[in-house]
């Protein structure tokens, strides 16, 4: 399954004992483009495409999602299996933006694409 919405991404393995994460950033190109979808229009698409990209062992229940909007704003993505079904709701992260950000600044930094 394909998304709509422009982002950029990575994921990290569990490390010492701490669950791995997944973080998403929005990079929508701007009002002019219609036909692009900002992340939160298309997430259930965003969230299968990532899944697509992980090794099968790894579910995304597994792991702590955080996503960036448009406006710089972080929110956690908490997945649930009930019954088989595959659910997810959005709330507050856990960490403060500050902390968030500085995770994403440093894997940009590691990837030699700091600003």
């Known amino acids: 399954m394909s998304s709509q919405a422009s982002f950029d991404w990575f994921w990290q393995p569990p490390q010492l ?3 791995g994460i997944i973080m998403i950033v929005d ?9 692009t979808k900002f992340i939160q229009e298309d997430i259930n698409n965003v969230l299968l495409d990532i899944e697509s990209r992980l090794p099968a062992d790894v579910h ?24 088989s ?29 700091a600003n």
Do not use: C
Not at 27 to 35: A, F
Not at 92 to 112: C, I, K, Y
């Open 17 to 19: 004992g701490d669950p």
């Open 27 to 35: 990079t929508h190109p701007g009002p002019h483009d219609l036909e």
């Open 60 to 83: 995304l229940f597994q792991l702590r999602i955080y996503a960036k909007d448009i406006f710089g704003l972080w929110i956690e993505i908490e997945f649930s299996i009930l019954n």
């Open 85 to 113: 079904a595959r659910r997810f709701k959005t709330k507050a992260p856990t960490f403060t933006q500050a902390q968030l950000s500085e995770v994403w600044d440093n894997h940009e930094a590691r990837a030699g694409r």
